[in-house]
């Protein structure tokens, strides 16, 4: 393992003691897997970045420790989390309510971060809203988790009960004259509602389409008043950000992003799961080191860094830092942090058209090359792995990763859907020519080829 | 039919967590959903009474959302991911042992009601996979041949 935080530095009297806070996000989890209580989460610092921030800070100077920090957000995009809140009016003059809302929608396939911290740490996710909404002023939040995470609701909702019996949540928190309150909202399902205009929409029961932008949600967001939205992750960094300052969390990482970040392994490897890392760790050491390595008889072929919207990056290309700046340079994104591994086994093709079915299945139909186009690039992809493709169509398709590239659709989720299959027209070249000229799939046995290709996917309700 | 009265007490917990009772419309439905297990036409009219909403406006939330059902389902939902993880981890062999032990096509119901089984996309559970859920419960990985046990607990 590489060097790493925190910074070194001797305890300063008057400073916060920082000894041990390598891992702030999953300090406070238990080793038998349960979900950190309130005395759990307490004992390990927990709740001092919020007493911190109500007994010294005012509103804009947590705003500026965050910003500071050069904390992004981990919901995908990057986005500076103290930017966006320094947008939020502030002050006597400023509209009420204001909102803070969590984005924990986490339906991308290959994205399991957002599940880890709900299931281990709940506390740290209503610490970091607290913060977050002292800092923009705000009257109530929402934490909007999508359909399916029971489990993680259930703990949320406990953790909840325990925060507000603790004086942490509802009126005049701590003592001070700051009132918040904090609901939690399961959705009705569907992908989109990740896509955070989306989400407000679905928050007030619309119809969850993405909304048009401008205005900014931090202008007229849930319920047209200022609102904030981040992902799970990004409120789970805040607290000891503020607790233990920007310079602290600065040095946490190994590349210049600053902090820790909450990877991930899936696919054929010894140990999959999740691990808070620093930021700018390796692809190649969080598979070889923290997942073990591969499982014996299957080969790394490439990676899927960060859900099925992030472009596949080669195995030959595993050594770069997974940061958002170093991403950039093997022609991917981070996205989410945590990777999905192709193997040797695999067929890349079925692996890409299954992605572009998620996508096809899940657009929400607003906009004409979204609605069209992905349902005929899923179209031509199966063709291919059913041994019907033409090397025409790898044009066709090429076409419509340019078709459907960045600004040319409502929203982010074509664009997203285009990355996977840029990449594989890129890097699995041979693998789709090898389909076209023999007529069937290599990767499945002879006599079974049609049989075992992918299924188109059924409807999602009965 | 109309809404009971513990129903109606439980859809009176939710109104103030939103500023109007239409805002509430998604997790009304879901909660009614929970009672009722599908949402008939009267459930959709029972709704629209309390939330002072049309029929037509309740049907277009629950027909763009994937958790809410306008068709009888079974005692249990399995869920089965059919996303790209899973997929390289089995999810084709898996399907297979689901549908052959319950006897029926994904999307359909055992002629007893006690399952249905429905696609779901990627469960956050990519880790674990390939992965299910049987009502709350996640599984996962469900080794070959493990689908057996787990059913069983699901009377
Ligand atoms: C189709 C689509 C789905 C998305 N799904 C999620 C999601 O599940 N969780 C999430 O945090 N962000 C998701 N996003 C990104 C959000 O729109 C938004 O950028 C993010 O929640 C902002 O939080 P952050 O600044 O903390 O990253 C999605 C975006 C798109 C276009
Ligand atoms: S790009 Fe797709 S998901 Fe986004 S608004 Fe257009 S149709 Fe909807
Ligand atoms: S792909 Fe199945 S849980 Fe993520």
Redesign the interface.
């Known amino acids: 393992m590489s060097a790493r935080g925190p910074n070194g530095s001797a305890h300063r009297p008057g400073a916060p003691d920082t000894t041990g806070w390598e891992r702030p996000m999953s300090r406070a989890m238990r080793a038998d897997g349960a979900p950190a209580t309130l005395e759990d989460y307490v004992a390990a610092g927990g709740y001092e970045g919020l007493r911190r921030a109500l007994g010294e800070l005012k509103p804009e100077d947590v705003t500026k420790a965050v910003k500071d920090s050069g904390l992004r957000g981990r919901g995908g995009a990057g986005y500076s989390t103290g930017g966006k809140w320094s947008t939020m009016p502030l002050g006597p003059d400023a509209p009420h309510p204001k909102y803070v809302v969590c984005n924990g929608d986490?339906?991308?396939?290959?994205?399991?971060k957002?599940?880890y911290l709900l299931s281990r740490n709940p506390h740290l996710l209503i610490e970091g809203m607290l913060v977050a909404a002292y800092a923009v002023q705000a009257d109530a939040g929402y934490i909007f988790l999508?359909?399916?995470?029971?489990?993680p609701y259930a703990n949320v909702e406990r953790a909840l009960a325990e925060a507000a019996a603790a004086g942490y949540l509802g009126e005049h928190i701590l003592g001070t004259d700051w009132s918040f309150e904090l609901?939690l909202?399961?959705?009705?399902?569907?992908?989109i509602c990740g896509e955070a205009s989306a989400m407000l929409n679905?928050?007030?029961?619309q119809?969850?389409n993405p909304r048009a932008r401008p205005p900014h949600m931090t202008g007229a967001g849930l319920?047209a008043r200022p609102t904030v939205v981040n992902n799970v992750e990004t409120f789970c960094a805040v607290p000891s950000i503020v607790r233990n300052g920007a310079d602290w969390w600065k040095g946490l990482s190994i590349t210049a992003e600053g902090g820790t970040k909450i990877y991930?392994?899936?696919?054929?490897v010894q140990r999959?799961?999740?691990v808070e890392l620093p930021m700018g760790t390796s692809m190649r050491e969080l598979i070889e080191v923290h997942a073990g390595g591969m499982q014996p008889g299957f080969e790394l072929r490439a990676v899927?860094p960060g859900g099925?919207s992030t472009a596949f990056v080669p195995a030959g290309q595993i050594d770069v830092p997974m940061d958002f700046t170093a991403m950039a340079t093997v022609q991917s994104r981070m996205g989410t942090g945590?990777m999905?591994l192709?193997?040797d086994h695999?067929c890349p093709i079925?692996?890409t058209l299954?992605?572009l079915q998620?996508f096809a299945?899940?657009s929400c139909g607003w906009c004409t090359p979204c609605r069209e186009g992905l349902q005929w690039t899923a179209h031509l992809l199966h063709g291919i792995e059913e041994g019907r493709g033409t090397l025409e169509d790898l044009d066709l398709l090429a076409e419509h990763v340019w078709f459907m590239g960045a600004d040319k659709t409502f929203c982010d989720l074509a664009p997203g859907a285009m990355q996977p299959l840029e990449a594989a027209l890129r890097l699995f070249r041979d693998d789709f020519v090898a389909h076209i000229d023999s007529g069937r799939c290599p990767y499945a046995p002879e006599e079974t080829a049609a049989a075992?290709a992918?299924p188109a996917?059924?409807?999602?309700?009965? | 039919m109309s809404l009971t009265d513990e129903e109606r007490r439980e859809l009176e917990e939710l109104l103030p967590?939103?500023?109007d009772r239409?805002?509430?419309?998604?997790?009304a439905?879901?909660a009614l959903q929970r009672r009722r297990r599908w949402l008939s036409d009267e459930s959709l009219a029972d709704l629209g009474e309390f939330l002072g909403m049309s029929v037509a406006e309740l049907d277009?939330?629950?027909?763009?959302?994937?958790?809410?059902?306008?068709?009888p389902?079974g005692r249990h939902v399995v869920?089965l991911c059919?996303?790209?993880?899973c997929?390289?981890?089995g999810y084709?062999g898996l399907r297979a042992e689901v549908e052959a032990r319950l006897g029926v096509a994904?999307?359909g119901?055992t002629p007893d009601g006690r399952f249905?089984l429905?696609?779901?996309?990627?469960?956050?559970?990519?880790?674990?996979?390939p992965a299910m859920?049987v009502d709350?419960?996640?599984h996962g990985p469900v080794a070959p041949g493990g689908v057996g046990a787990i059913l069983e607990d699901y009377a």
Request: charged share 20%.
């Open positions: 986490e339906m991308e396939p290959g994205s399991f957002d599940r999508r359909a399916q995470y029971d489990e609901f909202h399961e959705s009705v399902g569907r992908y679905a928050l007030e029961s119809r969850p319920y991930g392994v899936a696919g054929r999959p799961g999740c899927s099925a945590t999905v192709l193997d695999t079925g692996m299954n992605m998620f299945q899940e075992e992918a996917p059924a409807g999602e309700t009965p | 967590h939103y500023p239409r805002a509430a419309a998604d997790s439905l879901r277009s939330l629950a027909t763009f959302a994937n958790m809410l059902f306008r068709q389902v869920l059919d996303s790209f993880a997929w390289s981890l084709d994904t999307g119901t249905t429905l696609p779901i996309v990627c469960l956050g559970a990519c880790d674990r996979g859920m709350a419960d996640l």
